[in-house]
T-cell receptor
Framework: AQSVAQPEDQVNVAEGNPLTVKCTYS??????LFWYVQYPNRGLQFLLK??????LVKGSYGFEAEFNKSQTSFHLKKPSALVSDSALYFC??????????????FGSGTRLSIRP | GAVVSQHPSRVICKSGTSVKIECRSL??????MFWYRQFPKQSLMLMAT?????????EQGVEKDKFLINHASLTLSTLTVTSAHPEDSSFYIC?????????????FGPGTRLTVT
C-alpha cells in the first residue's frame, strides 16, 4: 500500500528566504505525486504534480518540487517566501494507472509560517 | 478547468439527526468520487470510494451504515451522515475523478464543515 510522510509538522521561514517542505513516499509501482495547499476553513488548492518527465516540476504561485526516485522524495520548494504563503501544505501520492479506484493518499500536512 | 462543488458549505445539526452532503462535478462527468474527512489540524482521511451506479467501497474502520454514500449519476454523489453525534463533527471533502488528457485526474471540492450539537 502507498504511503506518504511529511516529517515536519511546522516550518518557519523569514519572508524573502527560500523555503523547503519535505515529503517522502512509498508505492509499489510508479508514483503520481501531488502538492496541495489549504487555507483556514477552505478546501484544497492544487499546486503541482509529477507524473513523468522532468524531475523538477513547476507549479502555481512560484512553487516547484523535485522528484528524486532514489531517495523516494518529492520536496516542495520556493526560492523566495511570501507572508501569503503561510498555510497548511499536503503532499499526496497515487499509484500509476488508469484505474478509477486508484486512491490518493495524503501526508499528515506541514504548516508553513512565513514571518515578515 | 474542472470544478467540483459541495453543498452545503456549512451545516449545524442536532445530535441524532441525519444530514446529507452533496458533491457535484459541474463541467465534467466523474466516473469515481471520493469522500474524505479532516479533523482539526489533521490530514485528510479517505472514507470511501464510490463508482457511479455501484456500491461504495469503504476504508477500514469507516461504518458504511453510518456514512451512506450514493452515486446515482456521473455528476452527483451524496454522503449522508446518519444519526449524527458530536464526534462526527468534521470537515468533509469530496473529490471527483475522470480520465482527461490520457491521465486520471482528481478534482477536489471546497469542503463541508459539519457541526453536530
Amino acid at each position: 500500500a502507498q504511503s506518504v510522510a511529511q516529517p515536519e509538522d511546522q516550518v518557519n521561514v523569514a519572508e524573502g528566504n527560500p523555503l523547503t517542505v519535505k515529503c517522502t513516499y512509498s508505492v509499489s509501482g510508479n508514483p503520481y505525486l501531488f502538492w496541495y495547499v489549504q487555507y483556514p476553513n477552505r478546501g484544497l488548492q492544487f499546486l503541482l504534480k509529477y507524473i513523468t518527465g522532468d524531475n523538477l516540476v513547476k507549479g502555481s504561485y512560484g512553487f516547484e518540487a523535485e522528484f528524486n526516485k532514489s531517495q523516494t522524495s518529492f520536496h516542495l520548494k520556493k526560492p523566495s517566501a511570501l507572508v501569503s504563503d503561510s498555510a497548511l501544505y499536503f503532499c499526496a501520492v497515487r499509484e500509476e494507472g488508469y484505474s478509477s479506484a486508484s486512491k490518493i493518499i495524503f501526508g499528515s500536512g506541514t504548516r508553513l509560517s512565513i514571518r515578515p | 478547468g474542472a470544478v467540483v462543488s459541495q453543498h452545503p458549505s456549512r451545516v449545524i445539526c442536532k445530535s441524532g439527526t441525519s444530514v446529507k452532503i452533496e458533491c457535484r462535478s459541474l463541467d465534467f462527468q466523474a466516473t469515481t468520487m471520493f469522500w474524505y474527512r479532516q479533523f482539526p489540524k489533521q490530514s485528510l482521511m479517505l472514507m470511501a470510494t464510490s463508482n457511479e451506479g455501484s456500491k461504495a467501497t469503504y476504508e477500514q474502520g469507516v461504518e458504511k451504515d453510518k456514512f451512506l454514500i450514493n452515486h446515482a449519476s456521473l455528476t452527483l454523489s451524496t454522503l449522508t451522515v446518519t444519526s449524527a453525534h458530536p464526534e462526527d463533527s468534521s470537515f468533509y471533502i469530496c473529490s471527483a475523478g475522470a480520465l482527461g488528457g490520457g491521465a486520471y485526474e482528481q478534482y477536489f471540492g471546497p469542503g463541508t464543515r459539519l457541526t453536530v450539537t
